[in-house]
């Protein structure tokens, strides 16, 4: 299916049959070439889905579960769990610290800033806060209130973190299917009782933690862009030009997994029964027209889910901030934004509310925006905190008014160009490491995955420039990576 341009990198790809409103694509020719079969097949399956009113394509898009990953599928009158995925709320976190980034420039600092971090907040699958010694232990029933509340006062109290930070995120709590945080524990008590969140206890005590995959965290130099409207927006944002930053991506781990593959399970169970045909065939791409019993239990899943992702960001920032404080005394810190990339949220669409599923998309609302009011955004849009690579950078970019076009959505990173298997075939280990060594960049491992080095991934450049060049968002500042955490359990030969 041919992707038809309607300029330097926007185009549309025609719904099967012609039937809707044809997929929104952004990316110029040479990210268009990334976009392999299974990507647009995925893509055509998602517009053809019972419901769908809008399918975009961003520029990092590859193939997903269920949907590509750099998608973004808008209905109102159906839930998909396939185009939020597995790692519910996988998000995004940015925190400035008031510490000039000379601080961090001699090797043994930023040695001992890795070490700090690890002892509070440990990567790699499965592994909770019992493997961190100066991390916090948090028992069920704070465990509960985390899933309930998101990130409420209370909880934010509770694991000492400064209560103003909820003001900086996205969402701090996610409600129930009717509105209400009732619904949410009235899902969990039985779900325990009944023995259907095995483990929770070990699910709980990963709060506070990275995990593996693409997940990380990154010390950074921030380079606030040049004019005048980027300084303002800066300033606005809270980013300090020429000071240390810490950027992390991680979601719900284990609870927001179990949680998901659980509702797969079930309504997969349901469509075998009920002799639904699938879109496209595709068994990841199931869903329930809102209102039924089916829908009620994911919305209230995948809230419980992005409440834990929510606390668990906020919980990392803190105990990084705690981190830098034990090696530079004296440094203060405040969260600049939290924003996801693996969620549905109820939306103005084409003058109607609908669910917006954003599967490795970011929102991007830009000044004036309706939704903005009451936040500290309203004048500038909110921070879109976007990652790259080690190698060549992350940004911070704020959105512009043609980002309406897109479901005022933007890509969440740079898109993988290879698959892991692929990387790890082809890359080689040496160069990975080499590459690190020549841009001053430390990790934690004694060899970085190949599977996540920077050339695993799109040409971030060409990722950006497709959205700035169809008017989407602008940057703010630039992230200059100093070190990285990461799990690297699997980087050896």
Same mark, same amino acid.
């Given at each position: 299916m041919k992707i038809h341009t309607t300029g330097e990198a926007e185009g549309f790809l025609p719904a099967r049959d012609s039937k809707g409103k044809p997929i929104t694509v952004i990316g110029n020719n040479s990210i268009r070439a990334t976009f392999d079969r299974t990507c647009i097949e995925q893509a055509l399956?998602?517009?053809?889905?019972?419901?769908?009113?809008?399918?975009?394509?961003?520029?990092?898009?590859?193939?997903g579960y269920g949907a590509p990953v750099g998608c973004v599928m808008a209905s109102p009158s159906h839930i998909y769990p396939g185009p939020v995925g597995v790692d519910i709320k996988c998000s995004m976190s940015l925190l400035q610290l008031d510490l000039p980034a000379d601080a961090v420039e001699d090797k043994r600092t930023r040695r001992e800033l890795i070490d700090a971090v690890t002892d509070r907040t440990p990567t790699g699958a499965g592994r909770g806060m019992r493997g961190a010694k100066k991390g916090r232990k948090i028992g069920v029933?704070?465990?509960?209130?985390?899933?309930?509340?998101?990130?409420?006062?209370?909880v934010l109290s509770a694991l000492g973190i400064p209560p103003e930070w909820a003001g900086r995120c996205e969402d701090a709590a996610h409600l129930g299917h009717d509105g209400t945080s009732d619904a949410l524990a009235g899902r969990l008590e039985p779900m325990l009782a009944e023995g259907r969140m095995p483990r929770f206890e070990e699910k709980i005590a990963q709060l506070g933690s990275y995990g593996g995959g693409n997940h990380f965290g990154e010390?950074?130099?921030?380079?606030?862009?040049? =004019?005048?409207?980027?300084? !303002?927006? $800066?300033?606005?944002?809270?980013?300090?030009? =020429?000071?240390?930053?810490?950027?992390?991506?991680?979601?719900?781990?284990?609870?927001?997994?179990?949680?998901?593959?659980?509702?797969?399970?079930?309504?997969?169970?349901?469509?075998?029964?009920?002799?639904?045909?699938?879109?496209? !065939?595709?068994?990841?791409?199931?869903?329930?027209?809102? =209102?039924?019993?089916e829908a009620d239990a994911y919305l209230d899943d995948m809230a419980m889910g992005a409440n834990f992702a929510t606390v668990n960001h906020m919980l990392i920032n803190q105990l990084v901030l705690e981190a830098f404080q034990e090696v530079l005394p004296g440094v203060g810190g405040s969260l600049v934004y939290f924003i996801s990339h693996n969620i549905a949220r109820q939306e103005e669409v084409g003058g109607q509310v609908q669910w917006v599923h954003r599967k490795g998309a970011t929102r991007a609302f830009p000044a004036g925006h309706d939704a903005l009011e009451g936040t500290p955004f309203m004048d500038t849009g909110h921070p879109i905190l976007l990652p790259g690579n080690p190698r060549d950078g992350s940004v911070v970019m704020a959105a512009l008014? =043609?980002?309406?076009?897109?479901? #005022?959505?933007?890509?969440?990173? $740079?898109?993988?160009?290879?698959?892991?298997?692929?990387?790890?075939?082809?890359?080689?280990?040496?160069?990975?490491?080499?590459?690190?060594? $020549?841009?001053?960049?430390?990790?934690n491992s004694r060899r970085y995955p190949r599977?996540?080095?920077?050339?695993? #991934?799109?040409?971030?450049?060409?990722?950006?420039?497709?959205v700035e060049a169809a008017g989407l968002a602008y940057q703010v500042a630039k992230l200059r990576a100093r070190f990285v955490v990461k799990d690297a359990g699997k980087a050896d030969d």
């Open positions: 399956n998602a517009r053809s889905a019972p419901g769908v009113s809008e399918v975009v394509l961003n520029p990092d898009a590859h193939a029933e704070l465990g509960k209130r985390v899933a309930v509340e998101g990130a409420s006062e209370g010390c950074e130099e921030v380079e606030v862009c040049g =004019g005048p409207d980027a300084a !303002g927006v $800066a300033e606005a944002f809270g980013l300090r030009d =020429g000071n240390v930053a810490f950027l992390s991506h991680c979601g719900s781990r284990g609870f927001g997994h179990r949680l998901a593959s659980a509702q797969f399970r079930a309504l997969a169970q349901h469509f075998e029964a009920w002799g639904t045909p699938l879109p496209g !065939g595709d068994k990841q791409l199931v869903y329930a027209p809102l =209102g039924t019993p008014p =043609g980002a309406e076009k897109t479901c #005022y959505s933007v890509n969440h990173g $740079a898109g993988r160009r290879m698959s892991r298997g692929q990387a790890n075939r082809t890359l080689d280990q040496r160069q990975v490491d080499a590459d690190f060594d $020549a841009h001053d960049i430390l990790t599977d996540e080095a920077p050339d695993a #991934y799109k040409d971030f450049g060409a990722v950006l420039g497709s």
